[in-house]
C-alpha cells in the first residue's frame, strides 16, 4: 500500500486553496486534531494560482473578500486583484503556521473508504497512500476549464490557449486574435489586450448585464486607520456585508412579510428615481453604463441581454464597453459553423483570419470535486451519485460518505456575499461534526437518505421562486435546468443554519 500508509490522521484535506487553508486555520486553533493537506501545486492558493490572465480581479470588495480570522488592512484598492489575493492567502498561510502541514506536488487520483479499517485512504498519482478518519474536499467548484465543441477546432493551424492557462509566453502584438465567449474571464482579459492586438474579433453566443465597478485605491491615510482601529476595521467590513445582503432582494421573488415590508420601505425612497425593485436598481445601472459609454446604437442592440437581470452573474466593469469600442475591435454575434485552417467561419457566412484564438468560455461549474474520484461504503461512486445533477446535505455531506465533508459544494454558491463567507459557515459545520465525533467516540457520521432529500427538495423548491430559474442558459445549473450551485437564501440564512447541526439527521456508528 505504501510507506505513509500506516499513519492514520484524523483530517485529510484536498487542496490548499481557499477551503484548505480555512479548515486548517480551525483544526490548528482546536489542536486536538491531526491533519494533513494535499495539494497538486507547489503552492497554495488554489484557483487564484492557477488563474493568471491579465485583468483577474474580484467582484467582491476586498475587506469582505478574506477571511473573518485574518481581515487585512493593506487591500491596494476595493476590489482585489488576483495577484493581491494570492498574496494574502500566502501571508496567511504563513501568519498561522499552516505551510509545515502541507504537502505539496501531491495530487490526489481517489480517496476510498476503507470499510473494515473505518477509514479513508487517499492515493495520489505518484504511487503514494495516506490515511484519515475524515476526508474533506477543499477542490471548489472552479477547477476544470469549458471548452467549446467546434467543428475543425483540432485542425486549427494558429495559436491557441484557455484563460484559465494563460500563455505568457505568446507575444500578442500585432496579431488577430479571436476570443470564443464573453463570459466574466473574457470580460477582464478583453479590455487588457484590446491596445496591443492588430484586430480582435470576439465571438460572442450570449450577452451579459454588466454594471458599473465602484472601484477605487485606498489611501495611506485609510490604511492607516483599518491598521490601526479595529473596531473600525471590523465595522469597516461588515458595512460590505451588509451591501453584499440587501442584494440578495434582486434575486428572489417571494420573500417573508418582513422583508416585502422593507422593499416596499425602500422602493418609497427610491420613487424619485423611479426605481421600484433592487432589480430595477441594478437594471438601470447597467443600462446607464451603456447610455453613457457606447453611443453606436447598433452595437447598444448586440449588449442588452434580453433575459432577466441576475439570471446570470452580473459583471461588474468599467472598461469593457470602452475596449469594444475600438476601431480593431469587432463584435460578432452570428453563431460559430466551424473553423477551417486559420479561418472561424460563422453561420451566416462571415470567414474571420485569425492567428491565435483563446477561450474565454468559462469552467465545468457543474463537474464537483472531478477529477478526483470519491468512493464511499459498497463502493459507490460520488460521479454515480451526481450523475443527474450533484446535490449534497447543506451543500457538504452526501449519504454513504461517512466522515466526508465537501467545502465549497453543490448549492452554496452565491450570487450576492462573499464566497469565503460561506465557506467558513460551512467549515464551522464541520468543526461541529468533528468535536461531536471524537466527543463521543465514534467511528463515523453519515448523513440519512431522508434528511438529504428532505433538505434538497426544499432546496430546489425555494430555487424556482428565484430569478435563477428563469429561461436563460448559466453555469447556475446543468443542461436539464437543475440549479445545483447557487443557494436559495441571504447568507445569514445559511450562516445560523450552520451553526445549529441536527444530529438526528446523521447516522453514527
Not at 311 to 330: E, G, L
Request: glycine share 8%.
Amino acid at each position: 500500500m505504501g510507506s505513509n500508509s500506516n499513519t492514520i490522521y484524523d483530517i485529510i484535506i484536498l487542496g490548499a486553496g481557499v477551503s484548505g487553508i480555512g479548515m486548517a486555520h480551525s483544526l490548528l486553533k482546536k489542536k486536538d486534531q491531526t491533519f494533513l493537506i494535499l495539494e497538486k501545486n507547489d503552492g497554495v492558493g488554489g484557483t487564484w494560482r492557477n488563474n493568471t490572465y491579465p485583468g483577474l480581479c474580484c467582484d467582491v470588495p476586498s475587506h469582505f473578500y478574506s477571511y473573518s480570522f485574518s481581515m487585512n488592512p493593506n487591500w491596494s484598492k476595493t476590489f482585489p486583484e488576483q495577484y493581491e489575493i494570492l498574496q494574502y492567502l500566502e501571508n496567511v498561510t504563513d501568519k498561522f503556521k499552516i505551510r509545515p502541514h502541507i504537502k505539496f506536488n501531491s495530487e490526489v487520483k481517489e480517496s476510498k473508504y476503507n470499510q473494515k479499517d473505518k477509514c479513508w485512504e487517499t492515493y495520489l498519482f505518484n504511487g503514494e497512500v495516506f490515511r484519515s478518519r475524515s476526508l474533506v474536499s477543499g477542490l471548489g467548484q472552479l477547477n476544470k476549464p469549458k471548452y467549446p465543441e467546434i467543428n475543425g477546432l483540432k485542425d486549427f493551424n494558429g495559436h491557441n490557449f484557455h484563460s484559465a492557462q494563460w500563455d505568457h509566453n505568446y507575444n500578442l502584438e500585432g496579431k488577430k486574435v479571436a476570443v470564443i465567449g464573453n463570459g466574466p474571464s473574457a470580460i477582464g482579459f478583453i479590455p487588457k489586450i484590446a491596445g496591443k492586438v492588430e484586430k480582435l474579433t470576439i465571438f460572442q453566443r450570449s450577452n451579459n448585464w454588466i454594471v458599473p465597478k465602484p472601484d477605487r485605491p485606498y489611501g495611506s491615510f485609510e490604511k492607516f486607520c483599518l491598521r490601526n482601529i479595529p473596531l473600525l476595521a471590523r465595522m469597516y467590513r461588515f458595512y460590505f456585508y451588509l451591501t453584499q445582503e440587501r442584494n440578495y432582494l434582486a434575486f428572489y421573488y417571494k420573500h417573508s412579510k418582513t422583508v416585502k415590508i422593507l422593499e416596499k420601505v425602500v422602493s418609497a425612497i427610491l420613487t424619485k428615481f423611479k426605481l421600484f425593485r433592487f432589480e430595477d436598481v441594478y437594471k438601470a445601472g447597467a443600462l446607464m453604463l451603456i447610455d453613457e459609454q457606447i453611443s453606436d446604437e447598433k452595437l447598444k442592440k448586440k449588449l442588452i441581454p434580453d433575459y432577466p437581470i441576475g439570471c446570470k452573474r452580473i459583471i461588474p466593469t468599467n472598461d469593457y464597453y470602452p475596449a469594444i469600442c475600438r476601431d480593431n475591435v469587432y463584435l460578432e454575434t452570428s453563431l460559430i459553423d466551424k473553423i477551417e485552417g486559420n479561418q472561424i467561419i460563422t453561420r451566416d457566412g462571415n470567414h474571420h483570419e485569425v492567428d491565435a484564438i483563446i477561450f474565454g468560455t468559462g469552467f465545468e461549474a457543474n463537474i464537483f470535486i472531478s477529477p478526483v474520484k470519491i468512493i464511499g461504503l459498497n463502493e459507490i461512486k460520488l460521479d454515480d451519485v451526481w450523475s443527474n445533477g450533484a446535490e449534497a446535505y447543506r451543500g457538504v455531506m452526501v449519504p454513504n460518505f461517512p466522515n466526508f465533508y465537501i467545502c465549497y459544494g453543490p448549492n452554496t454558491n452565491t450570487g450576492h456575499v462573499s464566497i469565503i463567507y460561506m465557506i467558513e459557515s460551512q467549515i464551522m459545520f464541520i468543526m461541529k461534526c468533528l468535536r461531536y465525533l471524537k466527543n463521543n467516540k465514534l467511528n463515523y457520521l453519515d448523513v440519512k437518505n431522508t434528511a438529504m432529500e428532505s433538505y434538497n427538495n426544499k432546496l430546489q423548491k425555494k430555487l424556482g421562486e428565484t430569478v435563477w430559474a428563469s429561461n436563460c442558459g448559466s453555469w447556475y445549473k446543468t443542461e436539464e435546468g437543475k440549479i445545483i450551485n447557487n443557494y436559495p437564501g441571504y447568507g445569514t440564512e445559511y450562516y445560523f443554519m450552520m451553526s445549529r447541526p441536527n444530529y438526528n439527521e446523521l447516522n453514527a456508528e
